[in-house]
């Protein structure tokens, strides 16, 4: 059957005025007036992108007037992924491109937190305030180029130390405060920081943490530290109590300073370190440049996001989560930047809804377990609250099922733009996401961004559409890392990426390319499920697993045993008072069978208390796989990383009982 007769009916279409008021389109007509170029649709206009990067990300710089205090040579080397030279020669500035922005019209941060009622911060406060910690910062000792980290929740005191650091031409990293000391030091060890800036404590959920003895540890640990900075977050007087050698974040912003300047530094300057989740061993410190994320976050925010000066832009998310740093780049293209702190299920799920509609927000963006949570809670929050300013909702951390999708068109809104979106930390972006001038289909991510010329590897190594594939970068994006943190040789990078293709970009994840160009991520490649030679994301089990009543949360594994033999055990937990019985099991294995296929029902049902995540909210499939098959837990994860790390103490019991090592 041809794709056009097998089209399906799309969920959401943008009208002409839509489409027209869109930034994406005002760029298409920019590169008509100005080079020349016209593009029927969008797909014409991505395949421009990618075979013409020089020319692409060259328009990017015009269109965006990106501000150089001096020129480049050249748009990018010739050298091979990944030691490809970006703009060699420009010297810029993130956070002076954030500055020119600033306004009177509106606020720069709007911020709510399980404290603190919806607040604003006016853009001239926020421009005195990194003023006054970029001036402190510089009497301290911090030169361009060293390091400057952060243990805080998602607050305005994160964004405003962030731009000062930038301002200054120093690197920023940051993580959480409910990281675990060891995780936390794991992290900031390998960069030999400076400075730490850290919270007393912290509220989640409606109840206090206290991290003081945290800090502590983390100072005593990080022996490169010379200050720390305490932001009194639960009590006042703790943090003068237990560092009397601190300096007050308070105190610090009473620095007398002069109007904000801003370092011009080289395109490839690193802008701050992320890192990967470490959940098999050492984080990866990844390390992006100014001029990289600059270039790629005006992209994204403008042609995919399509945010507007003036909207207001919020992402759940934390300090530790690169949607942290994603958020802040929508000060770039003139929107407000919305801040909340605290648990997205206190005092119950409603309360991002409630949220969104108290701030106004243009722009809401989740994760794909929100809002498959808030569809097996039965909410109907577009019934219940004024969500009418909302333009768009996205996506990401995981693949949203497309019972997702109904649930957001049939209980937000039926006008609504699902911009459902997949990257990651290491770009610091997404490949593959929203397009404001294309139709939303259920299930499936609307397109691959501009400038990322990514293909589905079938098992030959050849690109392929409508089948199942790895996930890969053929050229190189100005956002990939300049390189990991002390990793000479760039051996963990190339081992990270380019181990399978040579010079070309593995991702790691299942990705399939349809007919009409939209896209289908089926969950991380090195989790997959391999039964009887056919190859299975694990998102189309938790995808069925979820019409399933009675059944809160899943995680599914393969092992491949001796002789040829496979075991494919799913493991569930359960809502109160509900019992895993032969009804429960059959009901379970019939919809994987009617969904999906025969190989898709699992060997094995087996009830458990809770499934073992990450931090960050990812479900540890390959590591629970590990100690399936005889690797130690220490081995097979860090659980400095995890959310539950007792969790995987089951799986070690379990292993033990079957005999499997």
């Given at each position: ?32 007036e100005?080079h020349q ?31 150089s ?34 306004t ?18 006016s ?33 305005p ?38 400075v ?23 100072f ?21 109590e ?38 098999t ?16 976050h ?8 399509d ?49 969104a ?6 722009h ?11 569809m097996k ?63 939303v289909y ?73 007919g ?53 055990p799913?493991?569930?937990v359960?809502?109160?008072g ?5 009804e ?13 296929t ?64």
């Amino acid at each position: 059957m041809s794709a056009a007769t097998s089209q399906p009916t799309p969920l959401w279409q943008p009208s002409e005025q839509f489409k027209n008021e869109t930034q994406l389109n005002k760029y298409r007509h920019w590169l008509q007036e100005n080079h020349q170029l016209s593009f029927a649709d969008y797909q014409s206009l991505w395949e421009w992108s990618v075979e013409n990067t020089a020319a692409f990300w060259e328009s990017v710089w015009e269109y965006f007037q990106i501000i150089s205090h001096s020129p480049y040579t050249t748009m990018h080397t010739d050298d091979p992924m990944p030691e490809t030279k970006w703009f060699p020669g420009s010297t810029l500035n993130y956070a002076e491109h954030i500055f020119r922005e600033k306004t009177s019209e509106h606020p720069a941060i709007i911020f709510r937190s399980e404290r603190q009622p919806l607040m604003e911060i006016s853009w001239e406060t926020l421009e005195k305030k990194v003023a006054a910690f970029k001036t402190w910062l510089r009497q301290a000792g911090v030169k361009e180029g060293d390091r400057v980290v952060a243990f805080l929740p998602n607050i305005p005191e994160a964004t405003i130390a962030f731009l000062a650091v930038n301002a200054l031409g120093a690197i920023w990293s940051s993580c959480s405060p409910d990281f675990g000391v060891n995780s936390v030091v794991d992290r900031f060890a390998q960069i030999s920081p400076k400075v730490l800036i850290a919270v007393d404590g912290y509220q989640y959920g409606g109840k206090s943490f206290d991290k003081s003895e945290a800090v502590q540890s983390l100072f005593d640990d990080l022996p490169s530290l010379e200050k720390l900075v305490m932001i009194p977050y639960l009590n006042e007087n703790l943090a003068v109590e237990k560092f009397p050698d601190c300096v007050l974040w308070e105190t610090a912003l009473e620095t007398p300073s002069e109007p904000l300047t801003f370092a011009a530094v080289p395109f490839d300057h690193p802008i701050w370190v992320l890192y990967s989740s470490g959940t098999t061993g050492i984080p990866k410190a990844i390390t992006h440049s100014h001029g990289g994320v600059l270039l790629e976050h005006y992209k994204y925010l403008a042609f995919h996001n399509d945010v507007h000066p003036g909207e207001r832009f919020f992402w759940f998310s934390t300090t530790g989560w690169m949607m942290w740093n994603f958020v802040q780049a929508s000060l770039l293209v003139g929107a407000s930047i919305v801040l909340y702190d605290g648990s997205p299920g206190f005092p119950d799920l409603e309360v991002l809804w409630e949220f969104a509609s108290e701030a106004g927000i243009d722009h809401f963006g989740t994760s794909a377990p929100y809002i498959v949570a808030c569809m097996k809670a039965g909410q109907q929050p577009g019934k219940k609250y004024n969500l009418k300013k909302l333009r768009s909702i996205g996506s990401t951390g995981a693949p949203l099922p497309p019972e997702g999708f109904d649930w957001i068109y049939e209980n937000i809104s039926e006008d609504i733009w699902l911009c459902s979106m997949s990257g990651g930390t290491d770009v610091c972006t997404a490949f593959v996401g929203g397009c404001p001038l294309e139709p939303v289909y259920r299930g499936e991510i609307q397109c691959r961004a501009l400038g990322c010329s990514m293909y589905s590897y079938d098992e030959m190594g050849e690109p392929a559409l409508e089948t199942v594939g790895e996930m890969v970068i053929t050229k190189p994006m100005p956002s990939m890392p300049i390189y990991f943190w002390n990793d000479p040789g760039k051996a963990r990078y190339l081992a990270s990426y380019f181990e399978m293709y040579a010079g070309i970009w593995r991702h790691g994840d299942w990705l399939k390319i349809t007919g009409r160009n939209s896209l289908i991520i089926y969950g991380r490649s090195d989790a997959t499920l391999n039964r009887q030679g056919i190859r299975i994301g694990t998102a189309e089990i938790y995808r069925a697993i979820d019409k399933v009543p009675g059944i809160a949360d899943s995680l599914i594994v393969n092992l491949e045993l001796e002789g040829g033999e496979h075991y494919m055990p799913l493991f569930v937990v359960l809502n109160d008072g509900i019992d895993l019985d032969d009804e429960l099991k059959q009901t379970i294995k019939k919809t994987l069978r009617q969904e999906y296929t025969p190989r898709h029902v699992p060997d094995e049902v087996i009830e458990i208390q809770e499934i073992p995540y990450t931090i960050s909210g990812k479900k540890l499939e390959a590591p629970v796989k590990k100690i399936l098959m005889g690797i130690p837990i220490e081995k097979a994860a860090n659980p400095d990383s995890m959310k539950n790390p007792d969790s995987l103490q089951y799986f070690l019991e379990f292993r033990q009982r079957l005999g499997l090592g």
